[in-house]
C-alpha cells in the first residue's frame, strides 16, 4: 500500500490528524491535554507554523495550521516526539503512542477555510451517543468542552495566545462582536442542520479543496513526480529563498561585533552562538546537522541541546525573548 502523499510549499494549509496506537487513550487527565498544548506552543514557534483551530479527543486530535515555510513534517515530527516523549515518561510506559505516521490533508483555504474549521470544532459532538438529542442540548454540551479552541473564538478571555484566530474570522466580520457572533452562528448551524462531513469524496490524494485547486496541484506536484503509477511524493523543497547561511553569519557578526572565527570555533559555548543556530535553522532552513558542520563541527544532538537552552532562557529572561524575537523578524525580512 502507498504511503500517503506529502506536498508541503510555503503558505499552504493542512488538516493534520493522529490516533492512538490502537485506539488507545494519548490523554488520560488534564495534565495530559495541559501537556499536549504546552508542547504544541513550543513547536509551533520553534518552526514558525500558524495553528488556526485544534481539537482533543480521548484518542486522537486534530489541528488546522498553515506553514509559511513549508516545513510541516519537520514541525510534526518536532511535535510528535515532544509529546510521546513527555507521555511516557509520565505514564511510566515506552513506544510508540500513535497509530502509524500522521494524516495530513492540503487544504484549499479560498473554498474550505471556515469549513474545516467548523470541522474540527465540532469533533467533540459528532460521536454517537449525541445524535439523537436536541441541537439546544448538543450546543450546550459543545461550550462546556474545553480541549479544543472553539471557546477562544466567541469569548476573548477563554483565548490561548497560540492560535491565530484572524485567519478564519476573516471569513466573517473580522475579530470583533460581530465577527465572533457570526462564527458561533455558522458552527451551531452545523450541528442544528446536522450536517455531514463535508469532506467526503474531497481527500483525493490527502487534498481537500475544490476541482479546480486539486487539478493545479496535481499538475504542479503530482504528475511529473509519480509518472504512472502513485507513490510518495518525495519532500519538496520551499518555493521562497531563504538568506544564505555565510550572509546570515557575516550580517549577525557585525551586529554583535565579534569575529566569524571567534564565534564558529570549535569547543566555543556562549548565548551568541546559541542565538546564531537559532537564526540559521529559522531563517536559512538549515537542519541541525548542516549547522552543527558550520558551527564548529557540533553533532545534531549537540544543536538541539543547544536551541533547547537557548528557549528556556528566553522563557526566563524576557528582555532576551525580545532581542531573538527582534533578530528573527530583522533576518526574515531580509529573505528573498
Known sequence: ????????????????????NEQQKIF?????????????????????????????????????????????????RHFNISYTSAFNRRHKRSGHLYQGR???????????LKEVSRYIHLNPVRIKKYFDLPAADVIKILSGY????????????NRDGFINYQKVLGCFNGDTIEGRKQYRQFVHNGIKEKISNPFDGKKQ??????????EYIRKRYTDKHMPGKERELPELKAVRKFLEPSELIGKYC?????????????????????ILMELLYRCCNMKQPEIG????????????????????????????????????SDFSSLKI
Open 293 to 328: 558542520r558550520i558551527v564548529g563541527g557540533m553533532d545534531y544532538s549537540s544543536v538541539s541541546i543547544a536551541r533547547k537552552q537557548l528557549r528556556i532562557q528566553m522563557e526566563h529572561d524576557k528582555s532576551l525573548k525580545q532581542r531573538v524575537r527582534k533578530l528573527l
Open 254 to 274: 557585525r551586529m554583535i561585533n565579534i569575529e566569524e572565527i571567534e564565534i564558529c570555533r570549535k569547543g566555543k559555548s556562549s548565548l551568541d552562538r546559541a
Open 205 to 214: 490524494k490527502g487534498i481537500i479543496g475544490s476541482s479546480g485547486f486539486v
Open 146 to 157: 474545553k480541549y479544543s479552541s472553539f471557546n477562544g473564538y466567541t469569548n476573548l478571555y
Open 28 to 76: 488520560r487527565d488534564d495534565s495530559d491535554y495541559q501537556i499536549f498544548l504546552e508542547k504544541l506552543a513550543t513547536s509551533l514557534d520553534v518552526h514558525n507554523v500558524s495553528l488556526l483551530s485544534y481539537v482533543c479527543m480521548t484518542n486522537h486530535f486534530h489541528l488546522f495550521l498553515t506553514t509559511p515555510d513549508g516545513n510541516l513534517s519537520e514541525f510534526m
Open 1 to 20: 500500500m502507498a504511503r500517503q502523499l506529502r506536498i508541503q510549499y510555503p503558505g499552504a494549509y493542512y488538516h493534520v490528524t493522529s490516533r492512538g
Open 102 to 112: 500522521y494524516k495530513s490533508f492540503l487544504v484549499d483555504a479560498d473554498a474550505y
